[in-house]
């Protein structure tokens, strides 16, 4: 691959890890990160930031269209300024996906369904009281996602995510944010892969262990 197709490849793994990619690119993207170290890397360093978009329901915007929850562009443009070096066209795909989003819902609409991979249900103990949830996890070559239902998170409340794998090491598998008795659904991509993953926690804004899921 020639440093140009390198540079789009790159560009290209923001939409990647927001599922905007149509089936072809995305198999691309999963080839050349089997082979590619430098983009496995970045790739771990976007799914966390990438995640917040996810959390965003198609089903429910179809009954509420409408501009995306102020939350999801806070958590962007916090993103943003985390990181000034970021300044690759990837957020470019992050904003466009805001945009299909706030369109009414008929960008997500039309967008291409992903793949479907059958899901793994997980043994999920919440360790607060009121708090109820299952979990499912889906092996990809980059990481592992995990699929979170449930409902009793604090409303407006922040929660963030991590797996630990067999060494006890701990990645970032992204955030959400409470909506206490409504059903919450969230996705949350991590970069360790799913045969090396033992647990993951969710944690909240002191950092208090909320639920674990065995997986
Ligand atoms: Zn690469």
């Known amino acids: 691959m020639n440093i140009e197709d390198h540079r789009r490849l790159r560009e290209s793994l923001g939409a990647f890890a927001l599922d905007q990619l149509s089936p072809g690119e995305r198999t691309a993207v999963q080839a050349h990160l089997d082979g590619c ?12 930031l990438a995640a917040p978009l996810k959390l965003v329901d198609p089903a429910r915007l179809d009954q509420d269209p409408g501009a995306p929850p102020a ?16 300044t690759g066209r990837w957020w470019l795909a992050a904003a466009a996906a805001v945009l299909l989003i706030g369109g009414a819902g008929i960008g997500y609409a039309v967008a291409p369904d992903p793949p479907k991979i059958p899901l793994e249900s997980v043994q999920v103990t919440a360790v607060a009281a009121g ?4 979990a499912d996890v889906v092996p990809h070559t980059w990481g592992m ?13 922040k929660y963030h995510v991590v797996v630990l794998d067999g060494q006890g090491k701990v990645a970032p598998a992204g955030e ?15 970069a360790v892969l799913r045969a090396d993953a033992r647990s993951f926690e969710v944690l909240d804004e002191t950092d208090q262990v909320i639920l674990r899921g065995q997986v």
């Open 176 to 190: 959400f944010i409470g909506t206490g008795a409504k059903q919450m659904s969230c996705n949350l991509n991590s």
């Open 71 to 86: 939350w999801l562009e806070g958590s962007i443009l916090g993103a943003i300024k985390a990181e000034p070096r970021r």
């Open 131 to 134: 708090v109820r949830s299952t």
């Open 145 to 157: 996602e995990i699929k979170l239902v449930g409902t009793g998170f604090a409303p407006g409340k």
């Open 37 to 48: 170290a430098d983009c496995r890397a970045e790739l771990a360093e976007i799914l966390p």
